[in-house]
């Protein structure tokens, strides 16, 4: 079974620019999280979607958000981008609300300049 | 005081060490205990999972939970220049439902030398 897929994998903007990252979680999972990752934070919690809706949400400014598709893709959008954005986004996937376990994708690296 | 904590190395051993990686939490209601390896330029993988207090075994890996204490470890024995990554723990207070997230430590830097 392929595993969960994020594209792009590299990417590169400027300050005031916004992005959307795509995730496609593993075939029949229809739970995407999203992860921001970094040296000083590590990994944090940005928000989850279950059929096409969010469910819970981190500690982040409105600027990040997020969807979900019927096929269970996600993305998430970053508007206005700081410095402070870059980071190694990582998106997982679980099979049920009600299973314990995610399995993560292999990331998007964005840097903001 | 955060809610893990993770000592964040690095961590050098030769090979076939026993390597302890160990997390501390403050959050009772963590339930749930994971742990992540993640090779450089990689997500996370899954390890292991627990859910109660005591040993669970697979392989060369042994996690260790004590929910008396707050405290979670992770055992690799016969240690292999393989295993040099990134290791986070996570957990969470629920098995699912509306609220699941996992809260991670900042993850141990282990490099396993030849």
């Known amino acids: 079974k392929a595993g969960v897929t994020q594209t792009p994998r590299y990417l590169i903007k400027t300050r005031g620019q916004q992005v959307t990252l795509s995730c496609s979680p593993i075939?029949?999972?229809?739970?995407v999280s999203w992860y921001q990752q970094t040296p000083g934070q590590g990994l944090q919690f940005l928000f989850e979607?279950?059929?096409?809706?969010?469910?819970n949400k981190g500690n982040f400014p409105g600027r990040f958000s997020g969807r979900q598709f019927s096929n269970s893709r996600s993305e998430m959008n970053v508007s206005t981008l700081e410095l402070g954005d870059s980071a190694l986004y990582l998106c997982a996937s679980r099979g049920a609300p009600s299973t314990d376990t995610q399995y993560f994708g292999p990331g998007t690296r964005l840097t903001v300049l | 005081q955060k809610e893990v904590e993770q000592d964040p190395g690095p961590l050098s051993v030769p090979e076939g060490a026993i390597v302890s990686l160990n997390c501390t939490y403050s959050?009772?209601?963590?339930?749930?205990f994971m742990w992540y390896r993640q090779y450089s330029r990689k997500g996370p993988e899954l390890l292991m999972y627990?859910?109660?207090?005591g040993n669970k075994e697979d392989g060369r890996f042994t996690a260790q939970v004590d929910k008396s204490s707050k405290y979670i470890s992770l055992f690799i024995r016969d240690s292999q220049p393989s295993d040099s990554a990134t290791y986070l723990c996570a957990m969470t207070s629920n098995s699912g439902g509306s609220n699941y997230k996992l809260t991670f430590g900042k993850g141990t830097l282990l490099t396993v030398n030849p």
């Open positions: 959050n009772s209601a963590f339930q749930y």
């Open positions: 627990t859910y109660s207090s």
């Open positions: 979607y279950f059929s096409e809706t969010q469910r």
């Open positions: 075939s029949g999972h229809r739970s």
